[in-house]
Structures are given as C-alpha cells and as structure tokens.
C-alpha cells in the first residue's frame, strides 16, 4: 500500500498563490491515480482535482477551474495542486488520496483507497 503526507499549507491572503504537495512513500504513485479533496468546517469533503496515473486525463471542479492545477512527479513520487488566485471560500483542509482505478480521475471519494492526513489552507480577505 501507499502512505501520503501533504505540505505546502498555511495563511494567505485572497488572491494569493499555493503550491501543495503530496508525497508518497511505500509504493510508487505512478501505480495509482491521484486526487485532492477538501473540507471546510461543518462541510462535507469536495471533490477539488484529479489526475490518472500518467496525468494525461484530469478532472477539475466548477469551483477551481482555470485556477488551481493538479500535477505529478512520478520520478519524485509526488503530486502537486497549485492553487492561483485564493478566495477565502477556498479555506479548508486539504486531502490527497490515490485509487487503484489508475487509468482514470475519479472525482468521489469512495473510488479512493488511501488518504493523507490533510494540510490546513486558510485565505484571508
């Protein structure tokens, strides 16, 4: 199985850029494909991005389109969301997970099989 840890969180102000980070240990990333998902206090976990095992099909909520871009380094073992142009809205606690479904990008969290801990992102106004 596959351990994920997040970084690259903290406080900024809206319009502001992040770059997130998940590193993946245990087993290559490459095997699987790759999300992120977030939570904001007293709401469920949303799908934010996701990418398949090469990276050639993503997916994209409404929400982050053309500002947020999901990547991934599989020589690094490592997949990136670089959040542009922050709203406060997209505070919340930031989840990469991976799915065994490898060839696609799915967008619900039940297709997902392994989670990290989470990284804190806050957007002030």
């Known amino acids: 199985q596959v351990q994920l840890v997040e970084s690259g969180g903290g406080l900024v102000q809206a319009g502001a850029s992040l770059r997130l980070s998940c590193t993946a240990s245990?087993?290559?990333?490459?095997?699987?494909?790759v999300g992120w998902f977030r939570q904001a206090p007293g709401k469920e976990r949303e799908f934010v991005a996701s990418?398949?095992?090469?990276?050639?099909?993503?997916n994209y909520a409404d929400s982050v389109k053309g500002r947020f871009t999901i990547s991934r380094d599989n020589a690094e073992n490592t997949v990136y969301l670089q959040m542009n142009s922050l709203k406060p809205e997209d505070t919340a606690v930031y989840y990469c997970?991976?799915?065994?479904?490898?060839?696609?990008?799915?967008?619900?969290?039940?297709?997902?099989?392994?989670w990290g801990p989470g990284t804190q992102v806050t957007v002030s106004s």
């Open positions: 997970a991976a799915s065994r479904a490898f060839y696609t990008a799915p967008t619900t969290p039940s297709r997902y099989d392994y």
């Open positions: 245990g087993r290559t990333v490459s095997s699987y494909a």
């Open positions: 990418a398949s095992w090469s990276g050639s099909a993503t």
